[in-house]
C-alpha cells in the first residue's frame, strides 16, 4: 500500500538509483544491494530511448516479483505519463523524475503510488506537493549542498524533501542533518567498474557504508 511505501522511505533514507544495468546483472546487483542493507531501489527509464520503455518496465517487473517482500522496487527518470502507466503496470511502487510534471504527478496520484518529483526552488516544491506529490526531489542537490535544504525546510517544514545528486557517504550524513527525510545515490554505490568486474561484494560493501552513515544520524 502507498502508506507503507512512504513509511519505508521515511525509516529507509536511501533510495539506489540503477541506471542503464544490464538486464542480466540486475539480480545480483540487487541482491548485493539488499546484502548490504539497502531496501529500496528505483530502475530507471532511459530518456534517450535506446531502451524501450517497454523494456525497462518488463525489468521493473521481473525485479518486483524477484524481491517481492525484501525491497521495493520504483520507477526512476519518469518523465512521461505512458512510462508512470507502464511502471505502475509492472508494479513499480513510486514513481520519481527529475522534473515535476502534473500530468505524471497527478497519475501516479490516482494510481496510488508513491510520487516523488524533481525539484530545485521552492515555488515548484510548493506547486507539486499542491498537484499531490509526496515527497520532493530536490536536484542536484550537490550544487545546492546541505545549507539549501537547511534553509527550505525551515518554512517549507510540511514537504518531505529528499536529496538526490552528489550524495556520497561522506555528505549523507550532512544532507540529513539539514532537513532531508531521504537521499538517493547512483553511481556512488552502483560502482561501474565494480559492476563491469562483477563485483558485487565490493558493491555491498559501498551501501554498507551508507547504511552505516545514515544509523549515525
Known sequence: MKTETISAIRK????????????????KLLQALYDGGIRLAEITFDAKGVTTAETTARQIGQMVQAFAGKMLIGAGTVLTVRQAELAVQAGAKFLISPNYDREVIEYAVRSGVVSMPGCITPSEAVQATQWGADFVKIFPSDTLGPKYFKAICAPLSHIDFIAV??????????????????????????????????????????????????AKV
Do not use: Q
Request: proline share 2%; net charge negative; aromatic share 4%.
Open 12 to 27: 529507509e533514507k536511501i533510495v539506489a538509483i540503477i541506471r542503464g544495468v544490464a538486464e542480466e546483472k540486475l539480480p
Open 165 to 214: 545528486g552528489g550524495v556520497d557517504h561522506l555528505n549523507v550524513a550532512d544532507f540529513l542533518k539539514a532537513g532531508a527525510v531521504g537521499v538517493g545515490v547512483g553511481s556512488n554505490i552502483i560502482n561501474k567498474k565494480m559492476l563491469a568486474e562483477e563485483d558485487y561484494a565490493g558493491i555491498t560493501a559501498l551501501a554498507r557504508n551508507y547504511i552505516e552513515a545514515i
